[in-house]
């Protein structure tokens, strides 16, 4: 197999795959979502905005994509969704999931998903569903990717503690919130 990024996707088990899509085409002659040609199992929707209008004539037409995605998950998969909030039209998309649908939104927390979020030197704090995360990578951002992995990981076996100490070393995406440099203390300009 190869691949066009520098880094494939993560494979577990030697049966799992955990990839990172979006609704961009496949190809230029082929309008559907990539994300169409993957038939998951466990999704996660991080939110949806309308980030690439030269591809759908509407938002609604966006939102039909993702419609066929969510299709496609079997009755015993699992959808998480990460930011119920801030996504556009999310909502019309949740009322013929089936499968299971968990949602969760930091800024709404409900009474069950206390994050209590604080930040040390080099690390980031939470606990969710009285299990104890620290993450290297800040932000409530991360924190609720972290979660969303965290559920994913559960759905297929790996219990919240296990989740959140494999976490704890993650260190990011190479080129995404990487430090490039250091400026000078009360300096503006580097």
Known sequence: MTFSQPWPPARLDGSLFVLEADEYSSLWWDSNAKFLYYRPEVLILTNIYRDHPELHKDHDASLAQY?????????????????????????SLLHDVPC????????????????????????????????????????????????????????????????????????????????????PRGSWRC
């Open 67 to 91: 419609r066929a995605l969510i299709a496609q998950l079997p009755p015993t998969g699992l959808l998480i969704v990460g930011d119920s909030r801030g996504s556009l039209g999310l909502d």
């Open 100 to 183: 299971r649908v968990e949602l969760l939104d930091i800024h709404e927390a409900a009474p069950e998903q206390h994050w209590n979020l604080s930040c040390g030197p080099h690390s980031m704090y939470f606990c969710w569903q009285d299990v104890e995360f620290e993450l290297a990578l800040p932000g409530a951002m991360n924190a609720r990717n972290a979660a969303c992995a965290a559920l994913a990981s559960q759905h297929l076996g790996l219990p919240f503690p296990e989740a959140a100490r494999a976490l704890q070393g993650f260190q990011g995406v190479r080129g995404r919130q990487g430090r490039l440099k250091v400026c």
